[in-house]
């Protein structure tokens, strides 16, 4: 005859204190064990410190130690997370500091220290470290940023990358996408698989193809061609280099073309429809008005007196 047990067994009392917690759950809200102002929570405690674990959040007020939520809120996240979350389908609440990890996505007003998402998250104010496995978004995006596909913010510092590209109004830092690089204020490294392009760059930029903006600061280089309004200190493109007003040194493989130059221009083709003060290297060098010297197969100085416009190899105008 089989011995009779006078007590549960541990699988059994595990099995029915995991079944009074979620009938406690469903009937109050949540099912709190505090152990010293801490301890483990099942379901939506608002105010909690310690392990909680809960199904969807609402109404959050602040959560602190490690928060495990299986489905994101549908309606505007609130409250604030310290600590580690884990989401499922995602975080989100109106701050998060520390760590959060999440199958799919997460997302707050603001989040502090490491956010990591299987797809994609997004941020209005992020500081840290950050992952998305599609993309990541947000308006002030500072610390190292990473987008499988893409990112983008309206102010990025630090470091970040966009597997294929990513774009911000105002960008400081190293920048690097996988085909392109875009914003309007640029100051820092910028690389592009493809191109760069901006309104406002400063610093150092690298396309693959191409560097383009209005008023272009530092040193571009470009595999085929680049180009703007303004650009001043060194340019060097395989195919051709474009703008209204150079200053410092432009250097291409085929055709250089502006308006004015103010330092070294070289290129095969060489033309400056306004003026140059300085030195063109080129096969056809061409100035309306040069101020300067022209190294080449030909050149043409606009200002020179007749017979002395057109000359080979070496061609200048050293006066008014």
Do not use: K
Not at 11 to 36: C, E, F, H, K, N
Not at 81 to 109: F, H, K, P, R, Y
Not at 122 to 133: C, E, I, K, S, V
Not at 144 to 164: A, E, H, Q, Y
């Amino acid at each position: 005859m089989p011995a009779l047990h006078p007590f549960p067994t541990r699988a059994t009392l595990g099995v029915s204190l995991l079944t009074i917690a979620m009938v406690a759950t469903a009937a109050a809200g949540s099912l709190d064990l505090p152990v010293r102002g801490a301890g483990l929570s099942f379901g939506n405690s608002q105010t909690f410190t310690g392990l909680r674990f809960n199904l969807i959040d609402h109404d959050l007020q602040t959560i602190r130690g490690v928060t495990v939520t299986f489905w994101a809120p549908t309606h505007e996240p609130r409250g604030r997370i310290q600590g580690l979350s884990l989401g499922l389908a995602g975080t989100a609440a109106d701050e998060i500091d520390g760590v959060t990890l999440n199958l799919l996505g997460c997302g707050a007003d603001r989040v502090r220290g490491v956010a990591v998402a299987g797809l994609g998250a997004g941020a209005g104010d992020f500081t840290g470290l950050g992952l998305g496995g599609l993309g990541f978004g947000g308006d002030d995006l500072t610390g190292i940023v990473v987008g499988g596909l893409g990112l983008g913010g309206d102010r990025m510092t630090g470091l970040m990358v966009g597997g294929l590209g990513l774009g911000g109004d105002r960008m400081t830092g190293l920048m690097v996408g996988g085909l392109g690089v875009g914003g309007e204020d640029m100051t820092g490294v910028m690389v592009g698989g493809l191109g760069v392009g901006g309104e406002d760059l400063t610093g150092l930029f690298l396309g693959g193809l191409g560097v383009g903006g209005e008023r272009l600061t530092g040193l571009f280089v470009a595999g085929l061609g680049a180009g703007g309004e303004s650009l001043t200190g060194i340019a060097v493109a395989g195919g051709g280099l474009h703008a209204d007003r150079f200053a410092g040194l432009a250097a291409c493989g085929a055709y250089l073309r502006g308006d004015v130059l103010t330092g070294v221009g070289v290129g095969a083709y060489n033309r400056f429809d306004v003026g140059v003060q300085g030195l063109q290297i080129g096969i056809i060098n061409h100035a309306a008005e040069l101020h300067g010297v022209q190294v080449g197969l030909l050149n043409h100085a606009g200002n020179n007196r007749r017979g002395a416009r057109w000359l080979p190899l070496l061609n200048l105008h050293l006066g008014d």
